[in-house]
C-alpha cells in the first residue's frame, strides 16, 4: 500500500490542503482516545462534493466519531441548512455550532429524528449497518442519496464465510442496497491511506 498511501499524500497536496478546523477535529479525535478511522481527507472532499451536487439542505450522518466528515458535510450547506450527526459520545461536542450532535445510541435517536433528509452518510459500528440503512430509507424522499464507509473491509466481503460478525452485516447490508427497489446503487472500492476498503452510493429512486 506504500505507493497507494504517497499517492493520497499528493492528491492531499493538491485538492486538500492544511486545513486548521479539520486539524482540530483529528487532534480531538486523537485526544479523546478514539480510533483514528475517520474517512481520508480525499474522501471527505467528496463527501463535501456529493452533498453541493445534491444542493442537501439537510444531511443526516450515522457516526460521527471526532467529527472530521461532519464539518466536511457541513460546509457544503446553505445558511439555514441541517446536519444532524449521531455520536456514541462527547468527543466531537466541538462540532455544535455547524452540526446538531446526537449523544447516544444510534439506533435509540433515530425514532426521533424528523426527515426527510436529502442526504444521509453511514459510517457508525458496522454490526448495525441493515438496521441503519433501514432508517435511511424511511428518513429520505425520492431523490435523496445514501452513502455508506467500509462497505469492502480489505476485500473482506467477497468471503461468504468470513468469521467476522462485521463484515457479515456489510454484506448483509450489500445485499440490501442492491436488492432493494426504491433504490439504484453501486460500491466503488477506495485505496490509499485508510488502506482497501470502499464506499456505498444509492440514490432513493422511487
Ligand atoms: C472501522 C470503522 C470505520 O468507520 C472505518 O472507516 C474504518 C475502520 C472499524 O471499526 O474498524
Ligand atoms: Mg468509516
Not at 456514541?88 to 426527515?115: C, F, H, I, Q, W
Not at 466481503?157 to 440490501?176: H, K
Amino acid at each position: 500500500m506504500r505507493r497507494a498511501d504517497a499517492a493520497d499524500a499528493y492528491l492531499e497536496g493538491l485538492f486538500t490542503p492544511r486545513d486548521p478546523v479539520l486539524d482540530g477535529a483529528l487532534a480531538a479525535t486523537k485526544a479523546a482516545g478514539l480510533p483514528e478511522i475517520q474517512v481520508s481527507a480525499t474522501q471527505g472532499k467528496l463527501l463535501h462534493l456529493l452533498a453541493r451536487l445534491m444542493e442537501a439542505r439537510s444531511i443526516l450522518e450515522i457516526g460521527t466519531l471526532g467529527g472530521y466528515s461532519a464539518i466536511w458535510l457541513a460546509r457544503a450547506l446553505p445558511p439555514g441548512g441541517r446536519l444532524v450527526t449521531l455520536a456514541a459520545n462527547l468527543a466531537a461536542a466541538g462540532l455544535s455550532g455547524a452540526a446538531e450532535v446526537r449523544v447516544g445510541k444510534a439506533l435509540d435517536t433515530l425514532p426521533s429524528l424528523k426527515g426527510p433528509f436529502d442526504l444521509v452518510f453511514i459510517d457508525a459500528d458496522k454490526e448495525r449497518y441493515p438496521d441503519y440503512l433501514a432508517w435511511a430509507l424511511k428518513l429520505t424522499r425520492k431523490g435523496s442519496l445514501i452513502v455508506a464507509d467500509n462497505v469492502v473491509r480489505g476485500g473482506a466481503v467477497a468471503d461468504a464465510s468470513s468469521p467476522d460478525p462485521r463484515v457479515q452485516a456489510v454484506r448483509r447490508f450489500n445485499a440490501l442496497l442492491a436488492a432493494e427497489p426504491r433504490l439504484s446503487a453501486t460500491v466503488l472500492q477506495t485505496v490509499g491511506v485508510k488502506g482497501h476498503d470502499g464506499l456505498a452510493f444509492a440514490v432513493v429512486a422511487a
